[in-house]
Nanobody
Framework: QVLLVESGGGLVQAGGSLTLSCTAS????????LGWFRQAPGKEREFVAA????????YYADSVKGRFTISRDNAKNTVYLQMNSLKPEDTAVYYC?????????WGQGTQVTVSS
């Protein structure tokens, strides 16, 4: 079965950096695009970044463009989210996502808290 496991969250001061990882199993990782989403308390889950399977094209929400970088290592079945210049408004649970077949799959999430 499809399994996504996120790690790397934590508490960081504003202006700091964190790198999130999402390790996948249960599907041919290199054949699928992956994404990162986040959900802050009381808010809807929102798109953060995505990377395609073939050319590794990347896409970002305007709110993180220039600060976050998504990348993938197909040999390790892992997608990363490098987050720099973090702001308090980046505080959220971050989720990894893959669309496999007709379904969306999500990891359990990793908490990122940015203090001011």
């Amino acid at each position: 079965q499809v399994l996504l496991v996120e790690s790397g969250g934590g508490l960081v001061q504003a202006g700091g950096s964190l790198t999130l990882s999402c390790t996948a199993s249960g599907f041919i990782f290199s054949n699928y695009g992956l994404g990162w989403f986040r959900q802050a308390p009381g808010k809807e889950r929102e798109f953060v970044a995505a990377i395609t399977w073939s050319l590794g094209n990347t896409y970002y929400a305007d709110s993180v463009k220039g600060r976050f970088t998504i990348s993938r290592d197909n040999a390790k079945n892992t997608v990363y989210l490098q987050m720099n210049s973090l702001k308090p408004e980046d505080t959220a649970v971050y989720y990894c996502n893959v669309k496999y077949g007709s379904n969306d799959y999500w990891g359990q999430g990793t908490q990122v808290t940015v203090s001011s």
